[in-house]
């Protein structure tokens, strides 16, 4: 039978506020000015919100960027991160990145000049922009072991391979895509819908959260998609226990959510497709290809959010890559990234701690 904290899954996978406590390390944030958008438009008075786990050695040769999932932020794999787990902090220095969009680094929801549906639409490789210039120019960083990140997470690690194939030594992609396939893109219209047709959400400009349609939301992304059929089988015997379950979930973040972020987060996701690089014209077998890090690829069983047969086609144009499905035998579906599984946790940390043994050669490399 599968055991896991309800209420952990649910804040991971449609969240965009996890709580930070004391003990944490602080919120940081990079103010780089404007940024250039790939589509010519800029976000103006642009600032990328991260935080830092360990220490940086001498030779800054430790360094691993973690990427966080859509509607979620820097705390997304904490339960990876730390003392004798995958992300070591004993060994590797971790930057802990938020997305445009997510509410800490600029967004909709916190933008003065560009506030609400004023701000520009932008692409996922304009959040690897981001992060490629935190690295590089305020944290003087020019590789890194790995690039790590879960469903939105790990299609920026894709593209973090395409993009930068040599500033990197490995990437761990969980849960990820490639490029965006319709039915995801028809799960997100259906979240996008759900809120703007609201009259609450007053063509983006409402006074308080448009609490219906965020229900409805919810519903679509975090009980439909990212779960399982098989886990509310095991869940709710009896069926019709499923209905006030549901209603408190629905109920238990709306204040911690912005609806205008979410939207423009799933623009970018429904458009993410790593052909479209600059110079790959469109093949996705030459975008793939271009990646020259060792690549841990892990997926989900019935994932019903990001459909697993997209990255195992995927990784067939990757040249060094491992395919593995996360905890063989459960069906946790796009969940089995959040952390909320013993299971999926156990096998998330498993996984990449051996993968990042042999990248760095049982830490050898990192000295």
């Known amino acids: ?53 360990g220490t940086l050695n001498a030779k800054k040769s430790n360094v691993i960027l973690m990427v ?34 997510n509410g800490f680094t600029t967004s909709p929801s916190n933008s003065t000049a560009q506030p609400r549906m004023q701000f520009p639409k932008f692409e996922m490789r304009d959040m690897i922009t981001s992060q490629h210039r935190l690295l590089v120019e305020h944290l003087g960083i020019n590789h890194v072991v790995a690039v790590i990140g879960p469903s939105m997470g790990g299609m920026q690690a894709l593209q973090w391979g395409v993009s930068h194939p040599d500033m990197m030594d490995s990437v761990v992609a969980i849960v990820p895509l490639a490029k965006t396939p319709a039915w995801t893109v028809t799960m997100l219209e259906a979240t996008r819908k759900a809120i703007m047709l609201d009259p609450s959400w007053n063509g983006g400009n409402y006074t308080a959260p448009p609490e219906k349609g965020i229900r409805l939301f919810r ?12 886990m509310y089988r095991t869940q709710f015997p009896n069926q019709m226990d499923v209905l006030p379950w549901l209603e408190a979930q629905e109920a238990s973040l709306i204040k911690a959510f912005d609806a205008n972020d979410w939207i423009y987060q799933t623009w970018a996701y429904e458009r993410h497709d790593v052909s479209t690089t600059p110079g790959m014209n469109g093949d996705l077998a030459k975008a793939l290809g271009a990646i020259k890090a060792k690549t841990l690829i892990m997926v989900g069983t019935k994932d019903l959010l990001n459909p697993e047969w997209e990255p195992v086609d995927a990784a067939r144009h990757i040249k060094d ?37 042999i990248v760095t050669d049982r830490g050898k490399k990192l000295d």
């Open 321 to 357: 890559v491992k395919v593995v499905t996360i905890s063989p035998g459960t069906v946790t579906g796009h969940a089995a990234a959040g952390g909320g599984f013993p299971a999926d946790v156990e096998f998330l940390n498993r996984e990449t701690t051996g993968f990042l043994d």
């Open 68 to 101: 966080t999932a859509v509607g979620g932020n820097h705390h997304r794999l904490d339960f990876m991160i730390g003392p004798g787990k995958a992300l070591d902090t004993d060994k590797y220095f971790v930057v802990a990145t938020d997305a445009i969009s």
């Open 219 to 230: 519903d679509i992304l975090g009980f439909l998609a990212a779960r399982s059929p098989e």
């Open 1 to 53: 039978m599968m055991r896991f904290s309800l209420a952990l899954v649910a804040s991971l996978l449609v969240s965009p506020v996890l709580a930070h406590t004391p003990q944490q390390p602080p919120h940081q944030l990079y103010k780089m000015g404007d940024l250039k958008l790939e589509s010519g438009e800029t976000i103006k008075d642009f600032a990328i919100s991260y935080v830092t786990h």
